[in-house]
Each structure stands twice: as structure tokens, then as C-alpha cells.
């Protein structure tokens, strides 16, 4: 069965300090993978995709096709990272077929 | 541009009544899709629709939920008769095109609350 697991359902960190939000997947095949984030009162929305290898407001996902995961980095956090962020694998490689884990809260302490 | 609209943003009924909730998506989107969030938990795709055919409602609950997007704009999704299972947050979404690997654009949803 298709899986895609968040161990931790809150991660809270200090200003500055670095982050890892971690997501491990079971798929077949080699599924594209997006991290989407809800912040306080505003929508869920688009973070970054793998394929696009791009940084997002300082963040990076690496995948580990070896690992199954696909977490997510960013080596400063700011107050202004607190969120839900959700993995999100597409079943289907076209990325309409996502798959939502069930979230990390980050939490940013000044 | 103008984001995903949904109404209502809340309802609250009693189980065994029924209720439907509207998406208008983003001009010109072509992909729109419903997803059920159950408190805790991460969006569940119910059903996806690439402009007024359905695409994917391999996991929407179809002896209660029903789903339609005429000519391929708007779409409402309905419960009937809910069950207090069905307490969640529904959420519509848009995509450009047939795939999404532009990401998808939500909606800020309709909370549901079933007594």
C-alpha cells in the first residue's frame, strides 16, 4: 500500500537554529514528491517541489530514493517558518495525484 | 488573480441531514479537486476532475458523497445523509493544467461540524 509518514507531529525549535522536518514514503515506482505549508489563518499552498530542485524561503528537500524520504531542511529557522507543512507524494508523477501526510507543526521560538 | 472561492466556510447540521458545499476554482484551471481533512490529520483526496469528467473518485464514499463540475467551471460537492464521521474541514483545489506539477491552489475551505 501507498504510505507517506510524518514521524512528528510537532517539532519546536529556537531562532536560528537549524530544522529537519522528516517524511518517509512507501511507494512503488519513484513517485514525484512536494512539501506544501499552511501558515496561521491562510491557506495550504505549494512549498517546493523535488523536481524543480529549487530553495523555497531558505528550505531544501532532499530526496533518498535508498531511504524512502524526503525531508525537509532548512539551516536557520525563522519565527516566521511556524506552520503545518505537509509531504506530499503524487502517485502518478504529474503531481495531481498527491497523497498528504499528516504534518509537522513547526514552531519557532525567539 | 482571484484565488479558489468556497461557501460556506462553516455549517453545522445534525447526522442524517444533508449538506453541499460550492468551489469556484481559479479562471481557467483545468484540474479541480475535493479533499476531505479530518482534524489531525492530512488532506485525503476525494475526487478530481479534469474540466467536467472525472479524472479519480476511487476513495469518495459514493453511498453518501456525490460530486459534479458542469461545464467544467464551478463544482459542488454533497453529503447525504452525513454521518458524524463526516465532521471535517473540505477543501477545493485548482491546477493549470491536466497534471500539477505547477502545485495546486487551495481554497481556505468549509468547515463542517455534524451533531
Known amino acids: 500500500a501507498q504510505r507517506v509518514t510524518q514521524p512528528e507531529k510537532l517539532l519546536s525549535v529556537f531562532k536560528g537554529a537549524p530544522v529537519e522536518l522528516k517524511c518517509n514514503y512507501s511507494y512503488s515506482g519513484s513517485p514525484e514528491l512536494f512539501w506544501y505549508v499552511q501558515y496561521s489563518r491562510q491557506r495550504l499552498q505549494l512549498l517546493l517541489r523535488?523536481?524543480s530542485r529549487e530553495s523555497i524561503k531558505g528550505f531544501t528537500a532532499d530526496l533518498n530514493k535508498g531511504e524512502t524520504s524526503f525531508h525537509l531542511k532548512k539551516p536557520f529557522a525563522q519565527e516566521e517558518d511556524s506552520a503545518m507543512y505537509y509531504c506530499a507524494p503524487d502517485r502518478n508523477n504529474a503531481g495531481n495525484m498527491l497523497t498528504f501526510g499528516g504534518g509537522t507543526r513547526l514552531m519557532v521560538k525567539p | 488573480e482571484a484565488g479558489v472561492a468556497q461557501s460556506p466556510r462553516y455549517k453545522i447540521i445534525e447526522k442524517r441531514q444533508s449538506v453541499a458545499f460550492w468551489c469556484n476554482p481559479i479562471s481557467g484551471h483545468a484540474t479541480l479537486y475535493w479533499y476531505q481533512q479530518i482534524l489531525g490529520q492530512g488532506p485525503k483526496l476525494l475526487i478530481q476532475?479534469?474540466?467536467?469528467?472525472?479524472?479519480?473518485d476511487s476513495q469518495l464514499p459514493k453511498d453518501r458523497f456525490s460530486a459534479e463540475r458542469l461545464k467544467g467551471v464551478d463544482s459542488t460537492l454533497k453529503i447525504q445523509p452525513a454521518k458524524l464521521e463526516d465532521s471535517a474541514v473540505y477543501l477545493c483545489?485548482?491546477?493549470?493544467?491536466?497534471?500539477?506539477?505547477?502545485?495546486?491552489?487551495f481554497g481556505p475551505g468549509t468547515r463542517l461540524l455534524v451533531l
Open positions: 476532475f479534469q474540466n467536467n469528467g472525472v479524472v479519480d
Open positions: 483545489a485548482s491546477s493549470p493544467g491536466t497534471s500539477g506539477g505547477e502545485g495546486q491552489y
Open positions: 523535488h523536481i
